[in-house]
């Protein structure tokens, strides 16, 4: 388990990229955090860090966005899915095969693989945020470098 607090969106944001910039390409990170908790804007920046020139923006009623890097990314937003119907939104097609994102993945966490990197994402003030991040020894070098 790593716990990292980020005091502003600066740092926030140089906590995704570094994260991104550490990814293999199997990956799957799950996000779990209260609305507007900065999930998006935390993938938007591990995007970067995949060196993902495109804007990455919430995939809330299209479930599922794609995006080209070094790597490529699947961004899914859970929020209005429930685990019977997880089969009917592609997750388990390409899980292992890129670096797959998902937001509010605890709906979700039986059908997501044992490495999966659990971030937790909490509110402690305006642009205040703890990230508790809980993986694996194998995803360990997500983190390698990361403060």
């Not at 390409?25 to 999930?39: N, Q, Y």
């Not at 693989?113 to 937790?120: K, R, V």
Request: proline share 3%; hydrophobic share 40%.
């Amino acid at each position: 388990m790593l716990r990292i607090v980020t005091n502003n969106l600066a740092a926030t944001h140089k906590l995704g990229e570094a994260i991104g910039k550490n990814l293999k390409g199997d990956e799957t990170l799950a996000l779990v955090a209260p609305l507007g908790g900065g999930k998006t804007s935390f993938t938007q920046e591990l995007a970067k860090g995949l060196g993902i020139k495109k804007l990455v923006i919430s995939p809330t009623f299209v479930l599922e966005r794609t995006y080209k890097g070094r790597h490529p990314l699947h961004h899914f937003d859970m929020y209005r899915i429930e685990v019977e119907d997880a089969d009917s939104t592609g997750l388990s097609d390409i899980l292992g095969e890129a670096v797959v994102v998902v937001e509010w993945a605890e709906k979700l966490k039986s059908v997501l693989p044992e490495d999966t990197i659990w971030a937790t994402i909490k509110i402690v003030g305006e642009n205040t945020r703890e990230f508790i991040f809980e993986y694996p020894e194998s995803r360990s070098y997500v983190f390698q470098n990361v403060k």
